[in-house]
């Protein structure tokens, strides 16, 4: 059980393009899910945190209007980098946690490259 | 403001050589103490979740204790296939999840 997918696994896209990144629960209903973004060799660091049908709340330094994220549902929330740039180009990986449950449970990650 | 310290940031292990990796954390009411194996290119794998100072928990070759200040996640007689980056996150009531650095394991055969 606590299966998470994301999708796409890996993407390229240029410079100045749009790229949504879905993630979903399998096998239970996540009310909250979070966006974490990842560096070569470091920690995870948390983006936003998203509660199904409510707006993201942000981490401070991370850019809104860039990073769009929607959780319309209970199994399904999408982060969009907008207008990306080459500085953009990193590991983001989605997390999803149930009602009743402290854990969160990791998707296995996109990796982003933008050109 | 919590925080999550991680020891070794590198361990290398000789199949077989049990040994003990360290998370040493800060929190305000601590919700829970949390470990994840991570692979390379891959999302973290959940392994245990530690609620309260002297708890333990097991897994095949991995066991985590806790107290009031750190938790410990001991590897006994490794094997290569437990090579992984090992993470520690805590969380406190109200907040979010704040990770460790995380440790690197090197199991060689």
């Known amino acids: 059980g606590a299966v998470v997918s994301q999708h796409p696994s890996w993407v390229i896209c240029k410079s100045g393009t749009s790229v949504k990144i879905e993630c979903r629960s399998l096998d239970f209903q996540a009310t909250t899910m979070f966006w974490y973004r990842q560096f070569p060799k470091q920690s995870l660091m948390l983006m936003a945190t998203s509660n199904e049908g409510s707006k993201a709340t942000y981490e401070q330094g991370v850019e809104k209007d860039k990073f769009l994220i929607n959780h319309a549902s209970l199994t399904l929330s999408t982060l969009t980098v907008t207008s990306a740039h080459p500085e953009d180009s990193s590991f983001y990986i989605c997390?999803?946690?149930?009602?009743?449950?402290?854990?969160?449970?990791f998707g296995p990650g996109t990796r982003l490259t933008v050109t | 403001e919590d925080q999550v310290t991680q020891s070794p940031e590198a361990l290398r292990l000789q199949e077989g050589e049990s040994s003990s990796l360290n998370c040493s954390y800060t929190?305000?009411?601590?919700?829970?103490l949390f470990w994840y194996r991570q692979d390379p290119g891959k999302g973290p794998e959940f392994l245990f979740t530690?609620?309260?100072a002297g708890e333990e928990k097991e897994k095949e070759r991995l066991k985590a204790t806790l107290t009031k200040k750190e938790s410990f996640l001991h590897i006994t007689a490794p094997k290569p296939e437990d090579s992984a980056t090992y993470l520690c996150?805590?969380?406190?009531?109200?907040?979010?999840?704040?990770f460790g650095p995380g440790t690197r394991l090197s199991v060689l055969p």
């Open positions: 996150a805590v969380q406190a009531y109200g907040q979010n999840f704040v």
């Open positions: 997390s999803a946690r149930g009602r009743e449950s402290r854990e969160q449970y």
């Open positions: 530690l609620y309260s």
């Open positions: 929190v305000s009411g601590l919700r829970g």
